[in-house]
């Protein structure tokens, strides 16, 4: 009962964080995007910037002639309403350009992330204590996973499964099939980076004397690897693996670059290219609020699996 | 009788170049409980783990004979190793907080333990209730969700031995199963490993401290570097030594009614001065009361020990001393004038008049500093090369460690180091913190000497925390035993420990092994 209260009370306070930072992420980008040089009529005028009272027309339409706090409160409103405003550059609704894009960004990330997790889980369980040499090997192939840079390894996997072998769509983003080279571009580093961690971690903890409890009654090693190990090397891998989401953000942009594929990167980029504010402002909530969650979710995965954090919790 | 459970006869186990177990032969009945005893590296982990087939991988193993259950297991697989672990022979290992999987709960690792050993899902949670309920497990139905953190050391080392029960062993291979345990449940512990064997299990426990081992062994073995030096039943051991080595052993153990040749110390000075004087201590966390109205005097020369069971508030009152604590109320006054209630500032140039010996030097030491620097550092002035030998000297170290580190050195060595490095301040106080708990009983018996000859030597006054009633006998003219965070008993050492007034003083007296208790 108490730790269920406990856990209630952990995610309220986490919530009011994760608003917080919201907040702070919505002003610093208002801010910023307003200390940028180039004035928004430019932006929007592009080359009619210099015809006479144009640009008189685009800062009233825009409020901009208003007083820089009541334009401040203008946007917090609405963003409160789920109202990010108009893009500067498409002539659109905010909320259409970015929530077209959504979908396919998640759907690239979420694949990306199980594939990795799966990758990193069944390399570091087959090689834990399976003797140096194998394990200098894979880490060779490992550093190497995540040093190459993603563009190139994108090209690699087109020219060779796709242009070559015809086995994937090279460009596009029409059903399965075509998701799969971009997932596993981008799958690629951070698999290499979690089974390194979790190979440590499994090392690490068949040395802990209650692993030869469980194997004085006679458990099997499988049992002993998914049943004991897994939730031990899950908590900390899970925090480091909600860590690279940054990777992942930096990823799916070249990745959908490369391959073509609509997505949050490309409008993300293009945004700030194009000095799009509203558009960018509403793809830095996204991310914000996705890193919230995450993070969060992580820490209830956490508080979950051991005991002994919700003790720590209580005192 | 009926045939041993397990029979070896010249077990040898190599690491690569090294030879950890040499020869070793041994038989356990059921109803019997066999002891191997040795300090660390005595390779008798090494055997109870080889019993099991659990030995390191880089291990090779070899005998003549190895019957596990009257079948020859030379040959055996991981596979066949599995089928009689657990349900032939279940492990008990030291500490439960670590040897319980810590995120599942007792209920799930007990449970683990009966299904191993075959019993049905449906059956399954009677058996853990019960066999939770045969080891004094209170009020199994609701505790057993609980996990090892959440539980005191006797229970979760009670929750340990169920689920090496779980598979309805005939054997039972306990590696110091009570070596982290206060010395009472230390006792209970022991008594219900007695019970179970009187029930008809065969027992293998692996022990350092013979003193422990002897009211429940029926045969005794000591082991030193992988080799038997001597054995038999326990009371031949410690009675009539065979072995010199035995003999040190037994010489080694820290009595209750023996005390070692002391140098006296009263008479010099017939009425020597008040060092450090602690007024009614009090320290409050939150709720929990860790200190309350408690008082120490110290006098110069002399040792005050304080006995406490973990929880106690033994180490909360030695950093009050040390004043690096706060108290709620009461002062600590150093040579008669104010320690505890001056600010930090003013108190820096004074402090190197109380040191601290800690129970784990390595962890006190940078692992990168070689003794030398650590020494260095520790001395007044400039130190060189000569004034470090000489500290090394002092605490009968030779002078070739100064070029070594931490990691390098032994168990004995180390806790000497510690000792230089306290003295190199020339301190008035030492205050030993456990600090010979770690160690195994004959270096543990050197290093008490060692503190001894310089308190005589130097004048230094010493508080000696330890949970050891015994060690704390030996080292001290007055005693105080701490419980809850309260005095439950103070006086001169012999007054407590020949005619203890409180019922907890006379309840921890009382479990102590007999062997502690008997003359030398």
């Known amino acids: ?315 | 009788m009926n045939a041993p459970l397990v029979e070896i006869h010249d077990l040898s186990i190599r690491f690569g170049e090294h030879t950890a177990v040499s020869n070793v032969s041994l038989s356990v009945r059921a109803g019997t409980c066999v002891a191997l005893v040795g300090e660390s590296g005595s390779g008798k982990s090494t055997i109870a783990r080889a019993v099991l087939g659990l030995g390191d991988q880089a291990a090779r193993t070899s005998s003549t004979t190895m019957l596990i259950d009257g079948v020859d297991a030379s040959g055996w697989t991981e596979r066949d190793w599995r089928r009689v672990r657990g349900r032939f022979a279940g492990l008990v290992l030291q500490d439960a907080l670590v040897s319980l999987d810590p995120l599942r709960s007792v209920r799930r690792e007990v449970t683990e333990a009966v299904r191993a050993g075959g019993a049905s899902r449906k059956e399954a949670p009677e058996k853990v209730l019960g066999l939770l309920r045969d080891v004094g497990f209170p009020d199994p139905e609701k505790r057993s969700g609980q996990f090892a953190h959440q539980l005191s050391g006797g229970l979760r080392q009670r929750a340990l031995i169920a689920s090496a029960l779980g598979g309805s062993p005939r054997l039972l291979i306990a590696d110091e199963p009570t070596t982290a345990l206060d010395v009472s449940v230390q006792r209970q512990v022991l008594d219900l490993l007695a019970r179970k064997r009187d029930e008809g299990l065969g027992i293998l426990l692996v022990s350092h401290d013979l003193a422990a081992v002897a009211d429940i062994a029926d045969h005794v073995i000591v082991l030193r570097g992988g080799k038997v030096i001597e054995q038999g039943p326990p009371s031949a051991l410690l009675h009539s030594p065979g072995h010199p080595y035995t003999r040190e052993l037994v010489q080694a153990i820290p009595r209750l009614h023996h005390r070692p040749d002391r140098t006296e110390r009263t008479a010099e000075s017939p009425a020597p001065e008040v060092v450090l004087h602690a007024e009614s201590i009090r320290v409050q966390y939150r709720t929990l009361t860790a200190l309350d109205d408690v008082s120490l005097t110290l006098k110069r020369g002399q040792t005050v020990g304080v006995v406490g069971q973990s929880g106690s508030g033994k180490s909360t009152l030695l950093r009050v001393l040390l004043a690096t604590q706060q108290p709620q109320s009461g002062q600590v006054l150093l040579d008669g004038q104010p320690w505890s209630d001056l600010p930090e500032k003013a108190r820096r140039q004074r402090r190197r008049r109380i040191q601290v010996v800690p129970q784990d030097p390595l962890s006190s030491f940078d692992p990168r500093w070689t003794v030398r620097q650590i020494l260095t550092e520790a001395l007044p002035g400039k130190a060189g090369r000569a004034e470090c030998a000489q500290a090394l000297e002092a605490v009968a170290v030779p002078v070739d460690v100064l070029q070594r580190r931490p990691l390098e050195l032994s168990g004995g060595q180390r806790q000497r180091v510690a000792i230089a490095r306290a003295l190199a301040a020339e301190p008035e106080v030492l205050l030993c913190d456990e600090a010979v708990s770690a160690l195994d009983v004959l270096v543990q018996a050197q290093i008490l000497a060692l503190l001894e000859r310089i308190r005589a030597e130097r004048g230094i006054s010493m508080v000696f925390v330890s949970h050891d009633l015994a060690v704390v006998r030996q080292v001290s003219d007055e005693v105080i035993v701490l419980k809850d965070g309260h005095v439950v008993e103070s006086g001169t050492a012999d007054d407590v420990y020949e005619r203890p007034q409180h019922a907890y003083t006379k309840s921890l007296l009382a479990s102590l092994p007999p062997a502690l208790s008997e003359g030398a």
């Open chain 1, 1 to 315: 009962m108490t730790s269920g209260l406990q856990l209630l009370r952990g995610v309220a306070r986490r919530l009011a964080g994760a608003v917080l930072l919201l907040w702070a992420a919505a002003t610093l980008t208002f801010v910023g995007l307003r200390a940028l040089p180039g004035s928004v009529e430019s932006v929007v005028l592009g080359v009619h910037l210099n015809d006479p009272g144009l640009a008189e027309q685009v800062r009233s339409s825009l409020g901009l002639d208003r007083p820089f706090l009541v334009q401040y409160g203008d946007y917090l409103l609405g963003l409160l309403r789920g109202d990010f405003g108009r893009s500067y550059v498409l002539n659109a609704d905010v909320t259409d350009v970015v929530g077209a894009q959504l979908l396919p960004t998640l759907g690239l990330a979420a694949a990306s992330v199980v594939l990795a997790g799966a990758l990193a889980w069944l390399i570091a369980v087959l090689s834990a204590g399976a003797g140096p040499g194998t394990e200098r090997v894979l880490h060779v192939l490992e550093l190497l996973a995540i040093c190459l840079p993603t563009f190139w390894v994108g090209s690699l996997l087109q020219l060779g499964l796709s242009f070559h072998l015809q086995w994937f769509p090279s460009v596009g983003a029409d059903g399965f099939s075509s998701l799969v080279l971009p997932m596993i571009t981008l799958a690629l580093p951070i698999a290499g980076l979690l089974s390194q961690y979790m190979r440590e971690e499994i090392a690490l903890t068949l040395r802990q004397p209650w692993v030869l409890t469980v194997r004085s009654r006679g458990a099997s090693g499988f049992r002993l690897r998914s049943v004991h190990l897994m939730p031990h090397v899950a908590i900390s891998t899970l925090t480091v693996a909600g860590n690279t989401l940054g990777l992942l953000i930096g990823g799916a942009v070249i990745v959908e670059s490369v391959f073509g594929r609509p997505g949050l990167g490309r409008v993300a980029l293009d945004a700030v290219t194009d000095s799009d504010a509203p558009v960018t402002v509403a793809v830095v909530l996204i991310i914000t609020t996705a890193y919230v969650l995450i993070t969060t979710a992580i820490d209830l995965a956490a508080l979950i699996i051991d005991p002994r954090l919700r003790q720590e919790a209580h005192g």
